[in-house]
């Protein structure tokens, strides 16, 4: 029976930050929210520095990285950012373990469909090739198109991020036919990109029941949750929401284990 590898856990901290500075000054801090939540249970914490600084500012990634390199914590920073010169900059000086580079409009009210690494492939080629030299892992956050999925292989990216946006949204809004369609994609491209020598994530818009079904998804290995965590953190508190994704996750592994 083959290895099921298992499934890590990064939580977004951005809307805490949007929390703050919706009035402005110090709390609610997302660095303390990033250690309460990797106490419960996450793998990691992910961060996306927008080119407005409308949530994460420059100061919270200096004191993520420092504080999540602690030797009594030790767990990785996912810093979400635009391919820009300002941006890259910023990452070469933080250092920190990955880097997902993500499509941005200073309009959108947040990451509205995946990278075009097609379209932009010449641009991305050196952008990536620069953040691989510096040791710092690139994942690209890109639809599950083949053509998509097959140019991130192409431009030397360890990792995709498979947007999962449209196939919950249809889920929520109870559109069958296109929730299934958009499963459907999303599972044929984690097998394509895993055949391609791809490290898998997945990401944007999942709960507790959309996380428990792709989590039986073998190929894989790490989901990024912010929004839905940090709304359901009013009601129960950071800790238990990490627990209780956690268990979500826990159930749709073993489907996958059984399955295998």
């Known amino acids: 029976m083959p290895q099921i590898p298992p499934l890590r856990l990064g939580v977004n901290?951005?809307?805490?930050?949007?929390?703050?500075?919706?009035?402005?000054?110090?709390?609610?801090?997302p660095v303390r929210a990033a250690l309460l939540v990797i106490e419960a249970g996450a793998d990691g914490?992910?961060?996306?520095?927008?080119?407005?600084?409308?949530?994460?500012?420059?100061?919270?990634?200096?004191?993520?990285?420092?504080e999540l390199s602690r030797p009594d914590i030790a767990k990785p920073l996912n810093f979400e950012m635009a391919a820009t010169?300002?941006?890259?900059?910023?990452?070469?000086?933080?250092?920190p373990?990955?880097?997902?580079?993500?499509p941005e409009r200073r309009s959108e009210v947040t990451t509205e469909g995946g990278l075009d690494v097609v379209g932009q492939h010449l641009a991305l080629a050196p952008f990536i090739a620069r953040l691989n030299d510096a040791g710092i892992r690139v994942s690209l956050f890109i639809a599950a198109d083949p053509a998509q999925i097959e140019m991130a292989a192409r431009l030397k990216?360890?990792?995709i991020e498979i947007h999962t946006g449209a196939w919950c949204d249809a889920v929520i809004e109870g559109k069958r036919n296109k929730s299934e369609a958009e499963w459907t994609r999303i599972v044929e491209?984690?097998?394509?990109?895993?055949?391609?020598?791809?490290?898998?994530?997945?990401?944007h818009g999942l709960d507790y029941g959309t996380a428990e079904t792709i989590a039986a998804l073998p190929q894989?290995?790490?989901?990024?949750?912010?929004?839905?965590?940090?709304?359901?953190?009013?009601?129960?508190?950071?800790?238990?929401?990490?627990?209780?994704?956690?268990?979500?996750?826990d159930r749709g592994r073993a489907k996958a284990g059984a399955s295998a």
Request: proline share 2%; aromatic share 2%.
């Open 45 to 66: 914490i992910t961060a996306h520095l927008r080119e407005d600084r409308r949530h994460i500012r420059d100061e919270d990634m200096a004191r993520l990285k420092r």
């Open 13 to 29: 901290v951005d809307h805490v930050a949007t929390l703050r500075n919706a009035r402005g000054g110090a709390v609610p801090d």
């Open 97 to 102: 373990h990955a880097v997902c580079v993500v």
């Open 189 to 203: 491209g984690a097998k394509l990109a895993q055949a391609a020598g791809l490290e898998v994530h997945a990401g």
């Open 220 to 249: 894989i290995v790490e989901l990024n949750i912010g929004h839905f965590m940090m709304g359901e953190a009013i009601f129960v508190g950071l800790g238990q929401t990490v627990k209780t994704m956690r268990a979500a996750m």
């Open 157 to 159: 990216a360890p990792v």
């Open 85 to 95: 010169a300002e941006m890259i900059g910023i990452a070469l000086a933080t250092k």
